[in-house]
């Protein structure tokens, strides 16, 4: 069984910049897959960042604004995101792939409004 737990969301105003961090009850060197999701009001949960082994990868409302990165010291993943818009609202969600199983945490709201 893999905890994670979502930090850092909040309001920030468009363009503004936040950090998202997810703890994890057992080490982030040995999970392959990690990734970031979010969940608008009325939409589906989507695809936001992914980190497996060396590489990332973004979903294209997102690249180059956003950085997916690992802190295996602190068994950590954080998301990085600047130059925030409105329709970056939404609730964001870690997710861990273990064993042929998905982890998820229980979610940080994220709202950009002026």
């Known amino acids: 069984q893999v905890q994670l737990v979502e930090s850092g969301g909040g309001s920030v105003q468009p363009g503004g910049s936040l950090r998202l961090s997810c703890a994890t009850s057992?080490?982030?060197?040995?999970?392959?897959?990690m990734g970031w999701y979010r969940q608008a009001p009325g939409k589906q949960r989507e695809l936001v960042a992914i980190s497996s082994g060396g590489s990332t990868n973004y979903a294209d409302s997102v690249k180059g604004r956003f950085t997916i990165s690992r802190d295996n010291a602190k068994n950590t993943v954080y998301l990085q995101m600047n130059s925030l818009k409105p329709e970056d609202t939404a609730v964001y969600y870690c997710?861990?792939?273990?064993?042929?199983?998905?982890?998820w945490g229980k979610g940080t709201l994220v709202t950009v409004s002026s």
């Open positions: 997710n861990a792939f273990v064993n042929g199983k998905n982890y």
């Open positions: 057992q080490s982030i060197f040995d999970i392959y897959l």
